[in-house]
C-alpha cells in the first residue's frame, strides 16, 4: 500500500481551526434574522451633491461642459468621464473652474486590486446609488467533537461526542424603506455566524442564525463576473420578499455519528463544512411611474419637489442632480411616483455626462414628462436634442408616453415664447395639444393640470405590474445537497523553482488534485485524530487519486495539494508508517496529540 501522509497544514487550514470567534450560544428569544442589516439611508431625495461653492463656479462649469460635448461631437475629444474630473484646481479647496474636491472622488481599486476605469472617476454616491458590489460569506458549520461517556458505574460508556451546528445563511430580503444601494457604501462585507461545535455528553452545537441583508425593492443580484446570459442569482421586487444567496457549511459529526459494530470507540470526528463564500453585484432598477427628463438646468428637480414631497438639491447650474431622486405624489387619493433624473445632454446615449448612468431607470418609466427651460435660447432645439438622445439610447422609448411641460412660464421671455413653441410643437413635432403645458415650477403655475393629465395618461396604460424581466433563481428553500462524486478529480502537476526533495533530485514537481468532493473532505478532515487522518489515507487509495498520481509518476517526498492541505508522497506501506507520520506532523504544528491511545501494532507483530 502506497500513501500519502499530512507533512504539514497550510495557513489556511490552521487558521480554520482558531476560529474561535464563535457566536454565543443563541439565546431562545431571539428573532431569527437579528444579523446586521445595512444602515437605511436617508429616506428621500437629498442625495450628496457638490457643493455650489462660488458663484462663477456654476457658469464656468457650464461652458466646460458644452466644450467637452462639442470637441465630442466632432472627433476624439477627452472622454466623457473627464466632465468629473477636477480641473486642476488653482487652490486647493475647489477654485473656480473645478468641481468642489471635497466630492468623495474614489479612485480606489476593487477587491482583486482592478483598477474599474469607466467608473472610477464617479463620485462614490453615484455609484453606489443604483449598483453595489458586496462580499458574503455563509457560516461555517460547527466542529464535530470526540467525547467518551465517563459515569460512575457506566463501564465502557462508549462515544459521546456531538455535532456540530449548520453555519448560517445569507439571505437578501426586501425591505421597502429602502430605495437606493447606498447603504452598501458604510458596509461591504456580510457574513452569517458559525455554527457552534458539537461537546461531550452528545449535545449537539447550535445551528449559526441566518443573516438578512436588507435590499431595496427592485434589486437584482449577481453573481461577480458572472456571463451576460447567466441568470442572476436574485431578482426582488415586492416587500419582504426574499432569496438565499450562500448556504452555511454543514455541521461536522462528532466520534458518536462514526460508531459501528466493529469500531465502538472511535476518536474520530469531522470539522464543520466551509460556508459559501462570494462577491456579488447589486443592481437597483428604480421603479418610478413617472420619469421627469430634460436638460441640465430645465427645473426638473423644483419640478419634483413641488408635486411631491421629496427635497432634492436645486441650484442654478447644470448638474445639481447627480443621482435619480425619487418623489411620492399624492393627489385625489391616489400616489404617483416620480422620478428626477440627472440631465441629459447630447450624446448622453454613448455616455456623456450623467444620462446614460441613468437612461436604464428611464426605460422602467412609464410615462415620461419632458421639462423644457423656457429660458434657453433654443427650448425646440433642446427638445428635439434630448428625444434623439432618448431614441438613440432605446428605439423603444421613442413610443413611451410623453408630456411636455414648458417650464420658467414665469420669467417675461419665455412666456414670449411659449405660443411659438406650443405650435411648432404640435404642428412639426406631432404633440398632441393637451400633453403641452406652460407650467411654472417656482410659482407653482400649471403643475397640477399637469399631474392630473399624467394621472389620466397612467389610467389609460392601465395598473402598474412589476414584472420580473430576468430570469433570476430567487432560491427560496436550501438546495438539496448535490452528489458529487469522490472519484471526480483532475490532478495538474506544476514545476516549482528548485530541487525535487525525492530521492535522485530532478525537476521540483507539485501535484495539485482539484475535485469538489474530495476537497471538501480534506477540509473537514481533523487532522488532530489519527483514525481521521488514517480515514483520509483510505479514501485516497478507494477513489482512486493514489492511483491517478502514481500514473502521473509522483516520486517520494514530492509534494501533493488537496484544497488547502499539502502533504509528501511517501511509498512506505502499514499503519506504523501512517501513524509515524502524523506524530511528526502533529510535533511540527505543536499540537497535543489527541485519540492516540489506540497505536497501531508495528508491522508484522
Ligand atoms: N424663474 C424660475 N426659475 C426656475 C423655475 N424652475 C426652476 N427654476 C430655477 O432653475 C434652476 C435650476 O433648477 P433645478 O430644479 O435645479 O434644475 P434641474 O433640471 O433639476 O437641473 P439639474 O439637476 O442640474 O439637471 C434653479 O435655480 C431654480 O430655482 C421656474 O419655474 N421659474
Ligand atoms: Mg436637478
Redesign the pocket.
Known sequence: MQQTLPKSLPNGVRAGRQQLVRPGRPSGGVPSGAGPIPARPVATAASPQPAASTSGTGADWSKRLLAVAKTKKTSSGPAPADIFSPAKPASAKGGPGGLDPALDFDEGMDEDGELEPARKRLPAEMRCFDTARIFIKAGDGGNGCVAFRREKFVEHGGPAGGCGGRGGNVWAVVDPALNSLSSFRGQVHFRAPLGVSGEGSNCDGADGEDLLVAVPPGTIIRRKGAEEGDPPLAELLQPGERALIAVGGRGGRGNFSFKTSRDRAPAIAERGEKGEELWVDLELKVVADVGII??????????LSVVTAAK??????????LVPNLGVCEMDYRTTVFA?V??LLEGAHEGLGLGHEFLRHVQRCRVLVH?IDGTSPDPIGDYSAINLELELFNPDLKDKPQLVAY?????PDSGDFWEMVQEQLTTEYGVPADRIFA?????GRGVTELVRAVRGVLDELGPATLEKETNAQNLTAIPARRDVRIDEFTISVEEMPGVSPAPGGGPNRVYYVEGEAIERFASMTNWDYYESSKRFQRVLEASGINGALRAKGVREGETVVIGEAEFAWSEAKGDAAVYASWVKDMKERGVNRQGSARWPRPEGV
Open positions: 430634460g436638460v441640465p438646468n430645465a427645473g426638473k428637480s423644483t419640478l432634492p438639491k436645486i441650484a442654478n447650474y447644470p448638474f445639481t442632480t428626477d440627472p440631465g421639462v417650464n420658467k412660464i414665469d420669467v407650467v411654472s415650477a417656482a410659482t
